[in-house]
């Protein structure tokens, strides 16, 4: 049965080729003086950057910039956006680049003028934003995270090796985005690959929990299977604009809070994946292709009609005249073989994991309660081991 909720999602998306077209407008909405903030090198080199700048040019906005977000941005490049921020009263964060991106215009957004340690009192003390919030648009480049149409902020401080993600309400959702699919094609395979499984491991941690007959698990069946349809196509074309413009699509439907209401959630392949993070600072959706196998052949058991479902519904596994042990391991076999077919990191070596580091990613990842199985630490470990062929 679901339960009580609230739902409301004040994202304004612009999606298509034309998309960029409309930044003009919303940059009207907002006063003067802009933070315009970027990642290391590929913005420039598109030539997206000329173009946002000559709008914001043509809008008489005055621009300050904090270029080189790096992937799984940090606590100091978080302390640099604020001190720009606050220091020039900006209007408006206009984040331009992947969820990287997105997420560290949000934590500037809530940290600028919260006047206090923001690592400590967001990331690690989970409060919520009390102080002033400035308004956050994003062009997105790069697909998987959902960053352009929620909350979620994650930073990590690689001093504590502690990553962690904050998921803020609606206050902190961006304004905009803009959503581009031609934007997309220049990612490296390696990223668009990895963006695909993020896709598909935000729809399983929200689809692998509750015995109920909840509409949620109907919509994520639906998305799974054009995430996997598309992606296969994508691998064989990267420019397929079909096939890119629906995995776009898809991923901001995985994780824009719409399917998780009413539901628990698992998440544990994501605290996972990001205490790997930590350790390693391996690219997101590469830590959790690599744990996913293990964790889910691990918890199965305490979730079979599900995992049979899956099997079934989302990878066409025939079930007649087979155990309900023997489908939901075909199911997941079929997703370990599409996983290979991306070429994803399935292997914690690969990602610069070492055995001296088990204890200490296990202890860093935070456990959660909302799957089939509550895992202990030994059970992580269990996992890291597994994961480490
Ligand atoms: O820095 P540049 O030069 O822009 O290069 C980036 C970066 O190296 C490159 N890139 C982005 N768009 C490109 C491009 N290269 C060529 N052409 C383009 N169009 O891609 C690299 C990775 O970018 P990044 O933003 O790090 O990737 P992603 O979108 O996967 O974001 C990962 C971050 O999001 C967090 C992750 O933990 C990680 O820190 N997450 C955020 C979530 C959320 N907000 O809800 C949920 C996710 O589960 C995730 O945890
Ligand atoms: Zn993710």
Same mark, same amino acid.
């Given at each position: 049965?679901l339960?009580n909720f609230?739902?409301c999602?004040?994202?304004? *998306? ?9 930044l ?5 909405k ?5 933070l315009?903030?970027?990642g290391?090198?590929s913005a420039?080199k598109?030539?997206?950057y000329d173009?946002i *700048?000559?709008?914001l040019?043509?809008?008489k906005?005055?621009?300050?910039e904090v270029?080189?977000?790096m992937?799984?941005p940090?606590?100091?490049k978080? #302390?640099?956006?604020?001190r ?7 209007n408006?964060i ?7 991106v997105c997420?560290?215009a949000?934590a500037v ?7 206090e340690d923001p690592w400590e009192?967001f990331?690690l003390r989970?409060?919520?934003?009390e102080?002033r919030?400035?308004?956050?648009g994003?062009?997105l480049t790069m697909v ?5 149409m929620n ?10 090796? *502690?990553k962690?993600?904050h998921?803020?309400g609606e ?5 905009f985005?803009?959503?581009n699919?031609?934007l997309?094609?220049?990612l490296?395979r ?7 499984y993020d ?6 941690e929200? #689809?692998?929990s509750?015995?109920?007959?909840c509409?949620?698990?109907y ?5 799974? @299977?054009?995430l ?7 691998? @064989?074309d ?5 096939a ?13 809070t719409?399917v998780a209401q009413?539901?628990t ?6 605290m996972i ?5 930590? #350790?390693?600072d391996a ?5 959790l292709?690599a744990?996913?196998?293990?964790? #889910? !052949?691990h918890?199965?058991p305490?979730?079979?009609p599900k995992f049979r ?6 990878w066409g ?5 087979k155990?309900?042990?023997d489908?939901?391991t075909?199911g997941?076999n079929?997703?370990?073989?599409w996983?290979?077919e991306?070429?994803l990191?399935?292997n914690l !070596?690969?990602l610069?994991?070492t ?7 296990a202890k860093?990842a935070f456990? *959660?309660d909302g799957g089939?199985?509550?895992l202990?630490r030994?059970?992580?470990i ?7 062929r």
């Amino acid at each position: 049965m679901l339960g009580n909720f609230t739902y409301c999602n004040p994202t304004r *998306l612009y999606f298509g080729e034309d998309a960029l077209s409309n930044l003009g407008g919303e940059l009207d909405k907002y006063g003067p003086r802009i933070l315009l903030t970027y990642g290391s090198s590929s913005a420039k080199k598109s030539g997206l950057y000329d173009q946002i *700048l000559a709008i914001l040019k043509d809008r008489k906005k005055e621009v300050f910039e904090v270029p080189g977000v790096m992937p799984n941005p940090t606590v100091e490049k978080l #302390y640099e956006g604020c001190r720009v921020a606050k220091e020039n009263d900006v209007n408006l964060i206009l984040a331009v680049g992947g969820g990287s991106v997105c997420d560290y215009a949000k934590a500037v957004s809530v940290s600028a003028w919260c006047g206090e340690d923001p690592w400590e009192k967001f990331f690690l003390r989970m409060e919520e934003p009390e102080n002033r919030i400035i308004p956050v648009g994003c062009v997105l480049t790069m697909v998987g995270t959902g960053s352009e149409m929620n909350g979620g902020s994650v930073i990590t401080n690689p001093a504590q090796k *502690l990553k962690i993600g904050h998921v803020f309400g609606e206050g902190v959702f961006p304004r905009f985005s803009i959503m581009n699919p031609k934007l997309t094609l220049t990612l490296p395979r390696r990223q668009m690959v990895a963006g695909f499984y993020d896709i598909m491991n935000h729809i399983t941690e929200q #689809y692998f929990s509750g015995t109920d007959d909840c509409t949620s698990d109907y919509l994520m069946e639906g998305l799974m @299977k054009s995430l996997i349809h598309s992606s296969r196509q994508a691998v @064989k074309d990267p420019t397929d604009y079909e096939a890119r413009s629906n995995i776009m699509w898809t991923a901001t439907w995985a994780l824009n809070t719409l399917v998780a209401q009413g539901k628990t959630t698992d998440w544990m392949v994501h605290m996972i994946g990001q205490s790997v993070g930590a #350790y390693t600072d391996a690219t997101h959706g590469m830590t959790l292709a690599a744990v996913s196998m293990a964790y #889910y !052949r691990h918890i199965c058991p305490f979730g079979l009609p599900k995992f049979r479902r899956f099997a079934v519904n989302v990878w066409g596994v025939d079930p007649a005249g087979k155990t309900d042990e023997d489908v939901a391991t075909e199911g997941l076999n079929r997703m370990e073989a599409w996983m290979n077919e991306l070429g994803l990191v399935m292997n914690l !070596r690969d990602l610069g994991v070492t055995e001296e580091m088990f204890e200490g990613i296990a202890k860093g990842a935070f456990i *959660l309660d909302g799957g089939y199985k509550t895992l202990t630490r030994g059970e992580i470990i269990d996992i890291l081991k597994e994961s480490f062929r």
